[in-house]
């Protein structure tokens, strides 16, 4: 089990520039997560698939921002036309659709991150 | 609307002095709450679930208990290791069970030898 990665780690960009972040969740799990973080702050969801499906999207996800899971398996994040309000960390997470017992929810696990920032 | 609040904001003690840290949260029915541990620069690192209130979690000198409005994370006699931001974060029953998760906004703990 080598968790979840994220790549690159760092990325620094200039306003209007398009960027492409990847995500590798562990290999079992079929759910994959995006959030984003801004310094003090938690992460806010963005987006969520199960396998190759984008089921739900927050209102924090403009047009400028696009999810895929082409193949159910890795998944990349696409921000285009980079503003500054879009420097933040990037955090990728998954689960398994195995639940432990019952109707217990799936522990999501998290990458390291994609540290993005516009200049 | 679902909310995750966290207190304090910060907190520093010394090594050995025991505290808690609250997670207030106001949900539309609760799958579950979980409890992650953040160091700078790093992605979180999941702790605990807790699923009804009542229930109890231990891990070292972390436990984590859950009422029916709150949830604590008492260290006991902290190391300076434990010294990181803990988050909390909720999963509402609306959503099936590989929901999206409201997180508060952390207490960042510093713990001096």
């Known amino acids: 089990d080598t968790g979840v990665s994220q790549d690159p780690r760092h990325k620094i960009t200039k306003r209007g520039q398009n960027v492409t972040f990847r995500c590798d969740p562990i290999s079992e799990h079929n759910r994959l997560y995006w959030y984003r973080q801004t310094l003090g702050q938690g992460p806010e969801f963005l987006t969520y698939f199960q396998n190759e499906a984008q089921l739900e999207k927050s209102r924090l996800l403009s047009d400028r921002f696009s999810a895929e899971r082409p193949k159910g398996s890795f998944s990349t994040l696409e921000i285009q036309r980079t503003e500054q309000g879009d420097s933040a960390m990037y955090l990728c997470?998954?689960?398994?659709?195995?639940?432990?017992?019952?109707?217990?929810?799936?522990?999501?696990?998290f990458g390291p991150g994609t540290r993005l920032t516009v200049t | 609307e679902d909310q995750v609040t966290q207190s304090p904001e910060a907190l520093r003690l010394q090594e050995g002095e025991s505290s808690s840290l609250n997670c207030s949260y106001t949900v539309s029915g609760l799958r579950g709450l979980f409890w992650y541990r953040q160091d700078p620069g790093k992605g979180p690192e999941f702790l605990f679930t807790l699923y009804s209130a009542g229930e109890e979690k231990e891990k070292e000198r972390l436990k984590a208990t859950l009422t029916k409005k709150e949830s604590f994370l008492h260290i006991t006699a902290p190391k300076p290791e434990d010294s990181a931001t803990y988050l909390c974060a909720v999963q509402a029953k609306i959503y099936n069970q590989g929901g999206k998760l409201i997180f508060g906004q952390g207490t960042e703990l510093s713990v001096k030898p």
């Open positions: 997470a998954s689960s398994t659709h195995k639940p432990p017992q019952g109707t217990r929810p799936y522990e999501q696990y």
